[in-house]
């Protein structure tokens, strides 16, 4: 198939699966749409065209689209705006368990993340408001292995909610890191629900965020990565070193489409502001374009004069600059059109406020989706402590090496 | 956007690389810049000797047939040397004025000293009052006999000391501000009524101050056509950018690469300074600031090669207002993680700094561009 009617039939899929938000008012419609969405993704394949023939007997692994295609597909599915592909399962979860899973654990968790059946979250994190707290443990007794310990988890963004989830959102596996008795870091893959594990949410703005308390909670040994130590730290950092076949992403295209709504808000009505506004919205404009540059440049071939390939923790770091910019930015300009609670009124199916329409509205939930997609970019590991250990050689924070888990 | 490059390209760029790498030492650098010529006319025969003096201009005119993608990648290995050798006033702006805006009898007799390096020129454009307007012009050409008498005042042209030909906008026709009525022309230096007052720039750059004052010129100095030189001073300001852009990213490349190294070997507090978190996240910064005007570079050259046009300015102003942001917090930054040291005449760091402090200032700074990227 050429490039143009691989295009067409890109496109077409989407418009065939994904209604659009605009249509999908109320959160209920939107979270049934998404579901249908990505059961499509999974029957049809088109959820894991990045991933090697080999790393699953799926059918989904057997795309094989080059890089540039790759990055058109997420292009198209940022234009309209669909349910983010590259959830946290599929960018870390899934490279993981390809470079380091043991046979039965990508025989089991490969194909539940490739159809989008598991909502995963990631118990990186531990809370930073208790001085005394312990990192949590992995001992070991006669009667097998338990983990003990409290986690601050993200989970997965596949519903790109900021409420807190509801019965069929909850995460249904977990990744948990903790110390052995050797001192050295394990992940363990466990289901959420098991026997032990208490999960809590904890409202966030950025994400859905849980507390964790893991009381006496029994660990079979093929649910631990044989992935250890520093090596484990480093791999769940960048999970880009892990695999060459990461899905990549197209965060401009998304966040373009903000700065076409919000031009079109900041250009419908003139007041005393707008000048100051427009600037700010051509210096968003100018870093779009840089985002862009930037995306673009990741996916050239590594030759000379560009030998050396970009950090992808740059690009996110990039787009979440730009999400912020942006989000200010809508701030600035909606007014005292800012303050409504735009999701609480879809809620109560009560319908615009403001006086043109749903353009504070529909602005606001961009805003949320964009932070979302991007909090769960990094996992709540700073990408600028990546950047400096592993692209700029500076070595480690002292204080990093010692509480890894405390970064946020 | 293809960033594959040609085999011609890369040989380009690392037969430059290997040159700056090689031949170019900062102290040289600084004791040519403190010279009377202000730069090394030796360094300038062998830029003439390797070609590079001909990049921009097409093979029918004696040059290497390049492009914007090719100026970028000479452009930005310079700016890693910080090179004091005249190339953006005599090849790209003075040449490039030609090149656009030359008939094939001007080209054949004027491209042909620069791209052997005989030449020493510059492209006088700018005047007090106009700040970055190209089209506010004042001087005068009035139509005389065969001829033109020009009458006006040109302000900081760059080479303006070294120069042995220099191309001036005046005004034919229309008001001060108007892009029509603006003609180009060639004129000697050594011209009766020419007058010029030389100076350094802070960067450790030449410029006059020229004024012209009942020049006499024959009709054979005009480039391109009368009253339409408004298009070809644009296209060719805007290549300006592209050079002095992509300068701009070496230089923020060497100063962020500095910078790291200095960290890693500097001690404080009993250990390097580059272990602090604070510091590395500022150096990540620079990092980052530099990569962005990298690939805003590839992407206003890509821009340009495809075809001089609003799309091709838009790309061009969005990177120099890059440029601007980005040349100001990685020079800023170096001086400041170098401490005192940054500032010091004999570290090369604070040279740098003046000199990304300069891009941001030519052609138009980073407000200046941000608007002009706004209303196209």
């Known amino acids: 198939m050429n490039e143009s009617d691989w295009q067409h ?18 959160p209920s419609a939107y979270q049934l749409a998404s579901a249908r969405w990505y059961e499509a993704l999974g029957v049809a394949g088109w959820s894991t065209p990045h991933w090697p023939a080999q790393s699953s007997g799926a059918a989904t692994s057997q795309l094989s689209w080059p890089k540039q295609r790759l990055y058109q597909w997420q292009m198209f599915c940022h234009q309209a705006r669909t349910p983010p592909i590259n959830t946290l399962a599929m960018s870390l979860i899934a490279p993981l368990v390809m470079t380091h899973g043991s046979e039965h654990q990508r025989e089991v968790l490969l194909p539940e993340i490739a159809a989008f059946d598991a909502h995963w979250c990631l118990g990186l994190l531990e809370p930073v408001n208790a001085p005394t707290a312990q990192p949590t443990r992995l001992h070991e007794t006669p009667a097998g292995t338990y983990l003990q310990g409290e986690k601050r988890a993200l989970a997965d963004g596949l519903l790109m909610s900021t409420e807190l989830p509801k019965d069929g959102l909850w995460p249904s596996r977990m990744l948990c890191i903790a110390l052995d008795e050797a001192q050295q870091w394990r992940a363990c893959l466990l289901p959420a629900d098991r026997r032990g594990i208490k999960l809590r949410p904890v409202a966030n703005a950025r994400g859905r965020w849980f507390h964790v308390v893991l009381d006496e909670v029994s660990v079979a040994p093929d649910e631990i990565l044989s992935l250890s130590g520093d090596a484990l730290l480093a791999a769940l950092a960048q999970p880009e070193t892990l695999s060459q076949s990461m899905l990549p992403e197209a965060s401009s ?18 007041h005393e502001d707008t000048d100051t506004l427009l600037t700010q919205l051509y210096e968003a404009e100018v870093a779009l374009q840089s985002l862009r540059a930037l995306e673009s440049r990741a996916l050239a071939p590594a030759t000379p004069p560009l030998a050396t390939p970009l950090p992808m923790p740059m690009l996110s770091l990039k787009a979440q600059e730009l999400g912020q910019q942006i ?3 809508q701030l600035a300009s909606f007014g005292y059109y800012a303050l409504p609670d735009a999701s609480a009124l879809r809620e109560h199916n009560e319908g615009p406020i403001h006086p043109r329409g749903d353009a504070s509205g529909e602005t ?30 500076l070595g480690e924070n002292p204080q990093a090496a010692e509480e890894p888990s405390r970064q946020s | 956007m293809d960033f594959s490059f040609t085999e011609e390209q890369t040989m380009l760029h690392e037969s430059i690389e290997r040159f700056v790498q090689s031949d170019y030492g900062f102290d040289d650098r600084q004791k040519n810049a403190a010279s009377d010529l202000g730069y090394d006319a030796a360094n ?7 070609g590079w003096l001909g990049v921009p201009f097409s093979e029918a005119d004696g040059g290497f047939g390049g492009g914007a993608v090719e100026s970028s990648l000479m452009m930005e290995q310079f700016g890693h040397g910080l090179v004091i050798e005249p190339y953006l006033a005599t090849v790209v702006l003075a040449g490039g004025a030609i090149k656009h805006g030359g008939s094939e009898a001007q080209k054949a007799k004027l491209l042909p000293g620069i791209i052997d390096g005989s030449t020493q020129a510059a492209l006088a454009y700018a005047e007090p009052q106009a700040r970055f307007n190209l089209a506010d012009i004042t001087t005068t050409a009035t139509a005389e006999g065969d001829g033109y008498v020009l009458n006006g005042y040109k302000a900081v042209v760059l080479n303006g000391p070294a120069a042995q030909l220099i191309v001036v906008s005046a005004r034919t026709s229309g008001e001060q501000r108007d892009q029509d009525g603006i003609t180009l022309f060639a004129i000697d230096p050594k011209a009766a009524g020419v007058s010029r007052r030389d100076y350094p720039t802070v960067d450790a750059f030449r410029a006059s101050e020229i004024t012209l004052e009942g020049v006499k010129v024959d009709a054979d100095s005009v480039i391109g056509e009368v009253g339409q030189g408004y298009p070809v001073l644009e296209q060719t300001i805007d290549e300006g950018i592209m050079a002095v852009g992509s300068e701009a990213v070496g230089c923020m490349e060497k100063l962020y690469k500095e910078t790291v190294e200095y960290c890693r070997q500097r001690e404080q507090f009993g250990q390097a300074i580059g272990k602090f978190q604070v510091l590395q996240h500022r150096m990540v910064d620079m990092f980052m600031e530099h990569e962005q005007s990298k690939s805003l570079m590839f992407m206003a050259a890509m ?16 990177f120099k207002v890059q440029i601007g942001k980005s040349g100001k917090f990685v020079g800023q930054n170096a001086v400041q993680l170098h401490g005192g040291m940054g500032m010091t005449e004999e570290l090369n760091i604070g040279h740098y700094f003046k000199r990304l402090t300069i891009i941001d200032t030519l052609f138009g700074n980073a407000d200046f561009h941000l608007k002009r990227f706004g209303a196209l």
């Open chain 2, 44 to 50: 300038w025969n062998t830029f003439a000797e390797l």
């Open chain 1, 364 to 393: 606001a939930m961009l805003t949320s989706q964009a932070l979302s997609a991007l909090a769960t970019s990094h996992y709540g590991w700073n990408p600028r402590d990546i950047l400096a250990r592993q692209w700029l050689g």
């Open chain 2, 303 to 318: 821009r340009m090669d495809e075809g001089y046009g609003p799309e091709a300015q838009k790309a061009i102003s969005a």
């Open chain 1, 253 to 270: 295209f998304g966040l373009a489409e903000q700065l076409r709504l919000l031009r079109r808000e900041l250009t419908a009505t003139k």
């Open chain 1, 9 to 26: 039939q890109a496109q077409a899929f989407i418009a065939d699966h994904w209604p659009g938000p605009e249509r999908l008012a109320h």
């Open chain 1, 327 to 329: 989000g200010a930015l």
